[in-house]
């Protein structure tokens, strides 16, 4: 039996088209998939990802844990409230998730993980924190709602605590203000401004009615899809997974390679590749008239061969575009493989689409 959040009902209400993601029933659409689209670039929308987990990770030991853990260092987050986004990977540098991790204490961090590696994220933890002095906390007493979009804030300011309002007001983008029942982090995965905002299960219907009653738009996982592909942001398990590494994947920036006596899982691994000719992760924006999709043959003049990992119709573009890893060395005119022809496509640096503006 698929596994639901506490807003299913809302779903239902609102007559949302309900489809098995990750083993849970989640709304790929309401009305319809380009209007939810539209309303993020546009205005407000808004998204249930209850189906995700929280983890809090608190100790004396918390610190250090992280830092062994993640190829990004938790060190950067000078100050409580501060935010960043890193992959968790294997000795061999295969990504087992990525995640955003909040610094909510001196000894505290709180991570936010990706639904389907949930359990797998959790074991992990579990067992590097053994002799950490640190708990591993899955918060599933808590969901997640996403607001994005250039109103979210706006929308969404009224119906928070009336003490938590000017500071989420404030909020810098990778940073979070919280009181005792709402976590708001100034984090998304649409390339507009907006909020993630962590809650009990039962105070999840009467933020996403105030939303609604306040012209925030629901959205579904169709929409998310295609906004997180303009905004050139990966997914796990498609873009990802533990097969690749994340130089390969697009993610070379977000490793912390200093300081260099920081010895984090999967560092060596790391350091075996880099700088050598391993897979490119490139963008790409079809020419002519079709639609990309994952697993399409990519090829370049000089030989160079790959595929793409994501890639759809982009409604704020009008054009289709796709992520794609590609062999090293490719030079020349690119071409995608759609239903055995050869279409023409440029090679672009993600993101597609920012704040609402078009950037190749």
């Known amino acids: 039996m698929l596994r639901t959040t506490a807003l299913h009902a809302e779903h239902q209400r609102l007559d949302a088209r309900l489809v098995d993601f990750a ?43 992280l830092r062994k853990l993640l190829a990004n260092d938790v060190a950067k987050l000078a100050t409580v409230g501060r935010a960043l986004y890193s992959t968790m990977l294997r000795e061999d540098a295969g990504i087992l998730d990525d995640l955003i991790v909040y610094r909510t204490s001196d000894q505290a961090y709180r991570l936010v993980v990706n639904a389907g590696t949930t359990d797998k994220d959790l074991a992990w933890l579990r067992a590097q924190a053994e002799g950490h002095a640190v708990t591993v906390r899955h918060r599933d007493d808590l969901g997640i709602l996403a607001v994005q979009g250039p109103n979210a804030r706006a929308k969404t300011l009224p119906l928070l605590p009336q003490a938590l309002r000017e500071p989420a007001a404030a909020l810098k983008p990778f940073h979070a203000a919280w009181d005792d029942r709402v976590f708001v982090g100034a984090t998304g995965y649409t390339g507009e401004d907006g909020f993630e905002l962590i809650l009990p299960h039962d105070d999840l219907v009467a933020l996403w009615r105030g939303l609604e009653a306040a012209g925030v738009a629901p959205c579904g996982l169709g929409a998310r899809d295609t906004l997180r592909l303009e905004a050139g942001m990966n997914l796990y398990g498609q873009d990802m997974d533990e097969t690749r590494h994340p130089l390969e994947s697009g993610l070379g920036w977000t490793i912390g390679w200093q300081p260099d006596d920081r010895d984090f899982i999967g560092r060596a691994a790391l350091q075996r590749v880099k700088g050598t000719a391993h897979d490119q992760f490139i963008g790409l924006l079809l020419e002519g008239r079709g639609v990309l999709r994952a697993h399409m043959p990519v090829r370049f003049a000089n030989g160079v061969r790959g595929e793409t990992t994501s890639g759809g119709f982009a409604p704020s573009l009008k054009q289709s575009i796709a992520l794609a890893r ?35």
């Open 23 to 65: 083993g849970w029933d989640m709304p790929i659409q309401y009305a319809s998939q380009l209007d939810e689209h539209h309303a993020v670039r546009r205005d407000a929308g808004m998204f249930d990802v209850a189906h995700m987990s929280a983890v809090d990770v608190e100790g004396p030991g918390a610190t250090g844990l």
């Open 326 to 360: 590609v062999a090293a060395g490719s030079e020349g005119a690119c071409e995608v493989e759609i239903r055995g022809q050869w279409l023409p496509a440029r090679v672009v640096k993600p993101p597609f689409v920012r704040n609402g503006k078009a950037l190749v």
